[in-house]
């Protein structure tokens, strides 16, 4: 998801939104489906706001 996306989806959503946190992590959309590197791309990335009980 990139900053556009986020401000679309908060325009759209307000209400539902409103005291949630909405991350941008900023990833290219280079990745095929089910890529490794894209995986682990992603884990690195959710990490990064998880708790460390959370964390994948």
């Not at 307000?14 to 089910?34: A, G, N, S």
């Not at 590197?37 to 990335?45: A, G």
């Amino acid at each position: 998801m990139k900053s556009k996306h986020k401000s679309r989806l908060k325009a759209q959503f307000t209400r539902m939104l409103d005291h949630k946190p909405l991350h941008v992590l900023d990833i290219p959309d280079e990745y095929q489906f089910m890529d490794e590197d894209l995986i682990t791309e992603l884990k690195v990335s959710v990490n990064a706001f998880l708790k460390p009980s959370e964390q994948i």
